[in-house]
T-cell receptor
């Protein structure tokens, strides 16, 4: 597609449930990033994928968070046993290489109740 | 530890006047700086950037100034227009990051309101 597509746009889930957030990057972009923005916070880096290299998972806040990128394209961010502090807007971005030029998706607003 | 700080959460400016958004950073290894603009319900979009070898970069109504000694950068919008009303994020990266890619660190954002 023309831009980075994220789904769902909004997700409300009960505490303790698992959620999956999807990101469809721009075709041909080899680099994919996940960020999140909690209320009153900046954009917090979560994870980075580049081609077939091992992902940089250094930003994942706990082992309840995981992400995968299948076939170098679509990525799924999974949060297990969600907690209220996981409520945030989760943003995906892609770039044609690893050196900037991010294009962001519209984000998934996750609310854990 | 907030390495990129935007101390003003909001700013109101009259249409036609100058908007100045400020940003401070603490990591002296940062050598590339960006500004992103974000409208509600949309992802951030790239606005303008500056490399540490420069102290000014201009693109139309938008100018970014970098003061490396003060670890400070600012975005000037002249003249401000109502369509500029958005949240502006300052961001910084280290081009020689050990991971070999440009890991960008974002500030908390400043909400700009341009009053008609």
């Amino acid at each position: 597609g023309a831009g980075v597509s994220q789904s769902p746009s909004n997700k409300v889930t009960e505490k303790g449930k698992d959620v999956e957030l999807r990101c469809d990057p721009i075709s041909g972009h080899t680099a994919l990033y996940w960020y999140r923005q909690s209320l009153g916070q900046g954009l917090e880096f979560l994870i980075y994928f580049q081609g077939n290299s091992a992902p940089d998972k250094s930003g994942l806040p706990s082992d309840r968070f995981s992400a995968e990128r299948t076939g170098g394209s679509v990525s799924t961010l999974t949060i297990q046993r969600t907690q209220q502090e996981d409520s945030a807007v989760y943003l995906c971005a892609s770039s044609p290489h690893g050196r900037g030029g991010y294009t962001f998706g519209s984000g998934t607003r996750l609310t854990v109740v | 530890d907030q390495q990129v700080k935007q101390n003003s959460p909001s700013l109101s400016v009259q249409e036609g006047r100058i908007s100045i958004l400020n940003c401070d950073y603490t990591n002296s290894m940062f050598d590339y700086f960006l500004w992103y603009k974000k409208y509600p319900a949309e992802g951030p979009t790239f606005l303008i950037s500056i490399s540490s070898i420069k102290d000014k970069n201009e693109d139309g109504r938008f100018t970014v100034f970098l003061n490396k000694s003060a670890k400070h950068l600012s975005l000037h919008i002249v003249p401000s227009q109502p369509g500029d009303s958005a949240v502006y994020f300052c961001a910084a990266s280290q081009s020689r990051y050990s991971g070999g890619y440009q890991k960008v660190t974002f500030g908390t954002g400043t909400k700009l309101q341009v009053i008609p």
